[in-house]
């Protein structure tokens, strides 16, 4: 039996009660904090969130010895990368769908077909870039100065994003990404609609102890909060 034009409108009326629902979650847990207390440490150890408007990322040092935590990123992801890299000073690392990944590369955006299946579960990658230097300060950059803790359990979370091979090592995906010096690693989990990169970056800072957002679909809604922790640097 087909619905009446009533039952119609009720149907088309609550699809929209749901949506607004679901936007004044998502904007709620942009603006509501979690990890209000974050200070940053002084003389610590410099993370940044870095974004290109739509997909954040999390750059981190190469190396890290001076605090005790001992993180080698270079000896983690594998020999192929060690000498190439060897001179490099921080790395960057994202999570994301494999699909987005592998079509929007070298250079090109992702067709509309790929965008929406993205929403639904799918395989992901990691994304890791090298860099000579620290990121330069602007608008999409945030830099935080954390505590040897907070950086191990940064540490933690994105070590636990790669999906290692039976040895524990991580699994080079792609031979380039990009550019020269970012590549593609298979990874744990699935994206969809309420699972995003940007998602991920948030719930690494939270784990952290780092002030993070509620709930982060979006980079801005990441960046948000970044820039609050930053801020307190100052303070």
Known sequence: MRPNGSSGKRILRRLMQAVAALLLLLLTGTVVPVNRDFRPTPDGIPVFVVSNGFHTD??????????????????????????RFATYQYVAFGWGSERFYLESYPGHFPRIGTILRSALPGATLMHVDFHRSAPRPGPRVAALQISPAQYQQLVTTIRGSFAPDSAGRPVLR???????????????????AL????????QALKRAGIRAALKAPLAASVLFQARRAGKQEAE
């Open 58 to 83: 999390l750059v981190l040092p190469l190396w890290e010895p001076g605090t005790g935590t001992g993180t080698d990123w270079l000896t983690q992801l594998g020999p192929e990368l060690q000498t």
């Open 174 to 192: 792609n031979e380039a990404g990009y550019r020269s010096e970012d590549f593609f690693f298979r990874a744990r989990g699935s994206y969809h």
């Open 195 to 202: 699972r995003t990169c940007n998602d991920w970056t948030n």
